[in-house]
C-alpha cells in the first residue's frame, strides 16, 4: 500500500475516535441535565385529585348503611412530584374509615334521613392519607344515607350445573350439596328480595365416575355489604352404570258411578324403565301403582282412558308404558 492510501486509512480511523468521544461527552451531558430536571420537578408540590372508597366505623348498634349517596370521596391533595408517583401508578388508593358516630338527622318526606358533613371528620381523614400528604378538600362536602335494621336469614343453595354422561352411565340420586343452605346478614329490607344463592355454573361432560367439588357461590351486585355464612359449598356427585328393565302391573280402575266397577282390558300393562345395575334385582311389580280414573273421563261415550302412574320406587328413572290408555268396560255389580 502506498502512503498516500495510509494515511486515508489513519485518518479515518481518527475521524471515528473523535465522533465516538463526542458522543460519550454529549449522552453524559443528557443525563446530568435530565437527573436535574427530574430533581426539580419532582421537588415540587403538586395539587392533584384522587378517588378512594369508603367503609364505616361507628354505626349505631343494629343497624346498617343502606342508599348512601356516594360510595366514594373525591380528595384534593398537595404532594411532592416523587410521592406522586406512588399515588398514580404504584398503590391503589386505600379505603378510608368513616367515622359515622357524628351522624346527624333531619326529616325529609315525611322519612329520617341522616347525614355527615365531611367538615366534620376532615382531620380523621386527613390522617388516613398515605405519605402524609396534605388534604385541599373533600367532595362530596356531605353524605346522606339511610339507616336500617339488621337482620339474619337463611336461604337454600341452588346448584348451577350442567352434565353429560356416557352412554348408559347417569346420575344415581339427588346431587350432594354441603351445605344446601346458608345464613346471610345485611339489611332487612334488601334481605327481603333475597329468596335463594346460585352457585357459580358447573359444566361436566361425558362422564362416567362419581365426582367431588368445592363450588364457588355466585354474588350479584345488589348483594353487596351483606354478610355470608359460606363462600362456597361442597358437591357430589354419586354416577352408575345403569340399564332396562320392565315389570308388568295391574291397572286399577278408579272412580266408578256406584253401582258399577271398570274391566280393564288388557288387565295388566308393561312398564319400562331405567335402574343402576346394582340396584337391578330390587325392582318388584309391587312397588308400582298404575290407575285408570273414570272421573276424568271427558267424553262417556269413549271407550278408552287414560292410565297414570302414580308409584315407583325411587331408584328407577324414565318410567314409559308401552301403552298410553287402555280399553275399559263399565261393568253393574
Not at 435530565?34 to 343494629?62: A, G
Not at 354416577?239 to 256406584?258: A, H, Q, R, W, Y
Request: proline fraction near 5%; charged fraction near 25%; aromatic fraction near 10%.
Amino acid at each position: 500500500m502506498n502512503r498516500t492510501g495510509e494515511t486515508y486509512l489513519r485518518r479515518k480511523f481518527l475521524n471515528k475516535q473523535g465522533l465516538r468521544k463526542r458522543l460519550y461527552v454529549f449522552f453524559v451531558c443528557l443525563l446530568i441535565s435530565l437527573s436535574f430536571w427530574i430533581q426539580i420537578k419532582f421537588s415540587k408540590v403538586y395539587t392533584f385529585v384522587v378517588e378512594h372508597p369508603i367503609t364505616y366505623t361507628n354505626v349505631p348498634k343494629n343497624k346498617v348503611v343502606v342508599n348512601i349517596n356516594s360510595k366514594k370521596v373525591i380528595l384534593t391533595v398537595k404532594e411532592r412530584g416523587i410521592k406522586l408517583i406512588g399515588y398514580r401508578y404504584i398503590n391503589a388508593p386505600t379505603p378510608l374509615v368513616i367515622d359515622m358516630s357524628q351522624l346527624k338527622q333531619k326529616i325529609k318526606n315525611g322519612k329520617i334521613q341522616y347525614y355527615l358533613p365531611l367538615n366534620s371528620v376532615y382531620t380523621n381523614i386527613g390522617k388516613q392519607l398515605e405519605h402524609k400528604s396534605e388534604l385541599v378538600s373533600v367532595s362530596p362536602d356531605t353524605l346522606f344515607c339511610e339507616l336500617d335494621d339488621i337482620a339474619i336469614k337463611k336461604i337454600p343453595v341452588r346448584i348451577i350445573i350442567s352434565t353429560t354422561f356416557e352412554k348408559q352411565y347417569g346420575l344415581y340420586d339427588k346431587i350432594i350439596c354441603k351445605p344446601d343452605s346458608i345464613t346471610i346478614k345485611g339489611s332487612k329490607k334488601l334481605l327481603e328480595n333475597i329468596h335463594e344463592i346460585p352457585t357459580k355454573k358447573l359444566v361436566l361432560s361425558n362422564m362416567n365416575t362419581n365426582y367431588h367439588t368445592e363450588l364457588p357461590l355466585q354474588f350479584f351486585r345488589t348483594m353487596q355489604n351483606i354478610e355470608y355464612s359460606n363462600k362456597s359449598v361442597n358437591i357430589n356427585l354419586n354416577i352408575e352404570k345403569f340399564t332396562e328393565g320392565s315389570v308388568s302391573v295391574p291397572v286399577e280402575g278408579l272412580n266408578c258411578p256406584d253401582g258399577y266397577y271398570l274391566k280393564i282390558l288388557p288387565e295388566k300393562i308393561t312398564l319400562n324403565y331405567q335402574v343402576a345395575f346394582r340396584d337391578y334385582h330390587k325392582i318388584k311389580p309391587d312397588q308400582f301403582k298404575v290407575i285408570a280414573d273414570y272421573s276424568k273421563l271427558n267424553d262417556i261415550n269413549t271407550r278408552t282412558i287414560d292410565i297414570m302412574i302414580i308409584k315407583s320406587p325411587p331408584n328407577v328413572q324414565y318410567i314409559k308404558s308401552e301403552q298410553e290408555k287402555v280399553e275399559f268396560i263399565l261393568i253393574k255389580k
